[in-house]
């Protein structure tokens, strides 16, 4: 797969040889057969104007990594038989919509690294006072990290044919509503979170309050699957929903691995390679041992990310976020606020495949 023109974004850190690139500042789990990164175009992500309506279910994205002061809620992702608290619950859905607010924020700036234009209403009222300044770093951040996960779903639509995009803990995401490098009849955008949290986005996304159908439209077919990671049965529940686990897709984990422990990790990993059909990608992140993200409250910390998802099966290659922060122009100074967080892209490779047959 020749690099395309957008490779002049990756840092030559971040080379590994012609045709396999790691993702900046994240993990990536490729096959021989799929270096979908040299593809990345991370300067060409666009919103719709005019997307169509085809809600099924709706969703949200949870960011649980971006809890770096003490004022800040932590949030909660529940562990393998974990008891699903509510207010635990509820936690994941304030948190989603904090992430909704800097998106909102970043989407208003001059020069917007992304355009989200649901991202205010579904920050909700809780936040409209707390101040930018606060947050200046966070903001950059979540569009840095924003920035890559729109180009990685955009460019395994585009680029990798894959038609199927599954988003674990969704929280306040938009992606459905608002990238047009998704906008093809075929391709479904799983959402995945807790029941609560889908209802209060679609609640947030309503055009007309007394209208419950009156969703904004999207520009691929959207299909929420509410569940609780914690149930041994999500994959299930994602399965009853429509998803086919003999065709290619992608999936989005992001900001979910540090907030559960080192078991369900794995646990979620391998219920993902069980589910995918070789040529299928995940990008993930992960959160260093060292990093300055978060405030106490990680429950899983590695600096061998790559390693980990090999252990399970993947292959796999990682960067630092610092590195795409510095590219995107949102180092600010900041730079060593962003070290020692990584990003995971993942792939099956063939061989597990042929003996899962």
Known sequence: MAPSSCLHMVPS??????????????????????????????GSTTTTDHPR??????SSNIDLEMQNDQNTTAVWIPDAGAVTSLKRARRVGKTSNLMAHWRAIESAKENPLIVDPFASRLAGTEYLDRGVKKDGFKIDFMAVRTKIFDSFLEDMVQNEGIEQLVIIGAGQ????????????????????????????????????????????????????????????NWDNQL???????????AWIIEGVTGYIPEDANKELFQRILTRS?????ALATFIGVGSRMGGGVHKF?????????QSL???????????FAKKLGRGRGNLRRYMGYFVVSASKPTSLWQLNK
């Open 301 to 309: 910390q590695t600096d061998e990310p790559a390693e980990f998802l």
């Open 277 to 281: 059909p070789t040529g299928s990608h």
């Open 53 to 58: 309506n085809n809600n099924v279910v709706n």
């Open 173 to 232: 995401d938009s992606r459905a509503f608002r990238l047009k490098g998704l906008a093809k009849e075929s391709v479904r955008v799983f959402e995945l979170d807790f029941p609560h949290v889908l209802a209060d986005k679609r609640e947030l996304l309503l055009e007309d309050p007394e209208d419950p159908l009156s969703l904004p439209p999207t520009v691929c077919e959207r299909i929420e699957v509410p569940v609780d990671l914690a149930a041994d």
């Open 239 to 249: 399965v009853l929903k429509g998803f086919d686990p003999s065709r290619r897709s």
């Open 313 to 323: 099966g993947f292959d796999a290659e990682m960067s630092d976020i610092s590195e």
């Open 13 to 42: 850190s971040c080379q590994k040889g012609p045709g396999v690139w790691v993702a900046v500042c994240t993990v990536v789990i490729l096959t021989a057969q799929n270096a979908f990164l040299s593809n990345l175009k991370l």
